[in-house]
C-alpha cells in the first residue's frame, strides 16, 4: 500500500523481524491433493498451505479465481469431485469486502478456459524486514511519496483516488513501524458500508451452503474462509470519526450460524491483533507471516475437529 499510496516504506514498514517461511511449490493440475483450495491474494503466494501442508502433513493444490472459467462452475465441479479427484476436503477462501461480490450472485456465463492451479515454485520467504527502496523507478512516485512524508497528515486521508486510506490510531504498539500511530488499509474496505445488505448477504450464505451440500453428498468437506479486511480487525483502535460505517448486520454472525462456530475467526484475529505486534503487515493489507501462521493454526483445528 506505500506505493499504491506514494508513502514511505521508512514510514511504514515493518521494524521488526519474523521467522522465515519455507514454501512448497503448488501442486500441478494432474497432482493428486488431499486438499483443493479456490482463493485470492491472500492464498496467492501459497504461505498458509505450505503451512498447513506442515501440520497435517496433507498435500494442497491452489487455484485462483483470475485462473478459472466462473466460480459457479469451479464450485460444482470441486464439489462433485471432478476437479481434482482423490480431494476429501475443499477450502473457499476469499477476502471479506470481496464475500458478497463473489458469491452473492450466480455466474449466468463462464470464461472459456481450462481453469488451471497457481504456478508456484518452492523457496524460501524471508521474515527479515524489508530494505528500503534507493531510486524509485517512477520520478513521479517519488515526488509524490516525499510530499507525503514531508506533510504531517492527521485524521482520515484518502489516497490514490481512495485506493488507500490512513487513519490514526488510538495505540501505537500494534505495528512496529516508525509512524506506528498511523494506520494503512485498502479503500475497497469502505464499499462495504455502501453496498452491502444483510439480503446480498444471506443470498451469498445460500449459495455457498449449497455447495456444501452437494460436496457433503459426494464425501468432501467444503469449508467457507473469510478473511478480515484488515480495516475490521484493527477498527476498535481507529480513532472516532476516521473509518466509514461498518454494515449494522454482523456477516461473521451469519457465517456462524451458516458453517459453524470455526467460521467466525474475526473474533480471534482481534485477539490476536490486540496482543501481536504486525499481525497484518504495517504497509500491505494482507497477514504477516505470523499472521499466516495463526490461521494455519486455526485451520488445522477445525480440519481435525478440535
Known amino acids: 500500500m506505500t506505493r499504491i499510496g506514494h508513502l ?14 519455507p514454501r512448497l511449490a503448488n ?37 485462483h479465481y483470475n485462473h478459472i472459467s466462473c466460480i459457479s462452475d469451479w464450485l460444482t465441479k470441486a464439489a462433485q469431485g471432478i476437479a ?51 531510486f524509485p523507478i517512477d520520478p513521479r512516485h517519488l515526488i509524490k511519496t516525499w510530499q507525503n512524508h514531508s506533510r504531517k497528515q492527521y485524521g482520515r486521508v484518502s489516497l490514490s483516488r481512495n485506493r488507500v486510506v490512513k487513519a490514526d490510531l488510538t495505540r501505537s504498539d500494534l505495528f512496529s513501524n516508525r509512524l506506528s500511530e498511523s494506520f494503512l488499509y485498502y479503500g475497497g474496505d469502505d464499499q462495504k458500508a455502501t453496498t452491502w445488505s444483510a439480503a446480498r448477504a444471506d443470498r451469498a450464505i445460500a449459495s455457498l451452503k449449497h455447495y456444501q451440500y452437494l460436496a457433503k453428498k459426494n464425501g468432501i468437506e467444503l469449508i467457507v474462509l473469510v478473511i478480515p479486511d484488515k480495516s475490521s480487525v484493527y ?12 454494515p449494522k448486520y454482523d456477516l461473521y454472525e451469519r457465517l456462524t450460524v451458516a458453517f459453524g462456530i470455526h467460521s467466525n475467526i474475526l473474533a480471534n484475529f482481534k485477539q490476536q491483533a490486540a496482543n501481536t505486534l504486525d499481525f497484518y503487515s504495517p504497509n500491505d493489507t494482507h497477514l504477516s507471516l505470523n499472521g499466516f501462521r495463526y490461521l494455519s493454526e486455526l485451520l488445522e483445528a477445525q480440519i481435525q475437529g478440535e
Do not use: H
Open 8 to 21: 514511505a516504506e521508512r514510514d511504514f514498514g515493518a521494524n521488526q523481524a519474523q521467522p522465515s517461511q
Open 27 to 63: 501442486l500441478k493440475q494432474t497432482d493428486k491433493a488431499d486438499i483443493l483450495v479456490l482463493g485470492d491474494s491472500f492464498s496467492a503466494e501459497n504461505i498458509w498451505q505450505s503451512m498447513l501442508t506442515k501440520r497435517l502433513g496433507l498435500t494442497i493444490k491452489t487455484y
Open 84 to 134: 481434482s479427484p482423490g480431494s476429501s476436503i475443499v477450502i473457499i477462501e476469499t477476502v471479506e469486502r470481496e464475500f458478497i461480490s463473489r458469491f452473492g450472485s450466480e455466474s449466468t456465463a463462464c470464461i472459456n478456459r481450462i481453469s488451471s492451479p497457481l504456478t508456484i515454485d518452492s523457496d524460501t520467504i524471508n521474515g527479515d524486514r524489508e530494505k528500503w527502496a534507493i
Open 235 to 246: 477498527s476498535e483502535w481507529i480513532a472516532a470519526g476516521q473509518m466509514k460505517q461498518i
